[in-house]
């Protein structure tokens, strides 16, 4: 097979070890995409696969953007590549500036990071060296949810409370991390949108802090609305309620915003959506559409300015940072983003679609195999009955989806429906039409 050939069949599958994929069912039957455009793929077969979870909420925008395209292609002749310590290129700067302006209150201080893992190790790290440099560094416990997802790295998934991601690396978690309980309610099944009871369940946080010393605790984080675990929302006030508790006792809130951050809500972060601010906000994947790796944390003022100012003139004062940080592609990428966000109004038309998705997701409901449909703005969780062993089913589901025309993300047993904010209704339609059509050939297997 000649070189270029790789874009559509590969030499051999065995040397790339795929990353969140059972690797041997995979390379038996590929799965390999080989064109982008709009709201659709198209796989190697040639089969034209709709895009219902905007790749993996990176895309609202759609894919194959000339205009992020272009905007990469003139940095790369321009200026590949800066080493972003003790150096710098205009273009981060004025991507912080853009993204400031996006951000709540005073969260105007944003650090650029390669991911939206490397994004909440760094939300972490800014808020115990943020006590540190108040005097307070007794404050080293970290407060995370159940079902939360904060990526891969130890930070992440020792803040985080996906088991299957937990267990193998139990003895290596980050010590000093509590959990409050997750915030989906059995009684809370197929409700759209926010679900009347469970505040109550913030107050796992003031006992997490009474049973530890709350002066020992320098923050909480969690995802507004769970992503990875299927779309659980906040029950109305829940937020809220978390950050009274914070107040109280001086706990940083992070919210974790790298799914509902630019717009999934219908606002640009779900902070806005819900009327809460948190301390510092992670965000990453449609900062650039998903094009180029990108990350970013956005923190208020106060933190910034104590770290810095506790440290000489001349020094350092944060050392944190990466190679990868707001190189100029991804700033590039990220600045292209900015300015279809804007001309095009897309958080708008998020928030408009949100009903007519939501609506069409729950006519789901008559499924027999369905569990459970919940959702948000433009994102949505269908739970698959569970078979045998955990992500059995939402394999196979997926498997059959597939089959039937529909990309998507399936985490364990939940299919994740996040769709691309330029679909039209006729989309939203297709997009509903094949999951029916997918989920009843799973069920015919049954
Ligand atoms: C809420 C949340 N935080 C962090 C991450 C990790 O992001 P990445 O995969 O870019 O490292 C994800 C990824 O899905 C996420 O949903």
Redesign the pocket.
Known sequence: MDLENYKQIPNSLEEHWMPFTANRDYKENPRLMVKAEGVYYTDHHGTKLIDASSG??CSPAGHSRPEIREAVSNQLEQLDYVQPFQQGYGGSFELARLVSQHTPEDLNKIFFTI??????ETAIKTAIAYFKAKGEGHRSHIVGRERG????NIG?ISVGGMVANRKTFSNILMPNVHHLRHTHLSENKFVKGQPETGSELADDLERIAMNIGPENIAACIV?PVA??TGTLVPPKGYLKRLRKICDKYGILLIF?E??TGWGRTGEPFASQAFEVTPDIM?M??AITNGVV?L?AVASKEKIYDTIIEASPSGAIEFFHGYTYSAIPVSMAAGLAMQKIIKNENLFQRAKDMSPYFLDNLFSLKDLDIITDIRGYGMMGGIDIRFDERPGKAGYACFKKLFEAGLSLKATGDCLIVAPPFICEKHHIDEIIEKLRKGINLYMKDQ
């Open positions: 993996l909420f991911c939206g893992s490397s994004a909440v997802y904060h990526g891969m992440g995802e992503g990875s974790d790298v799914i992670t990453a994947k790796p990350g």
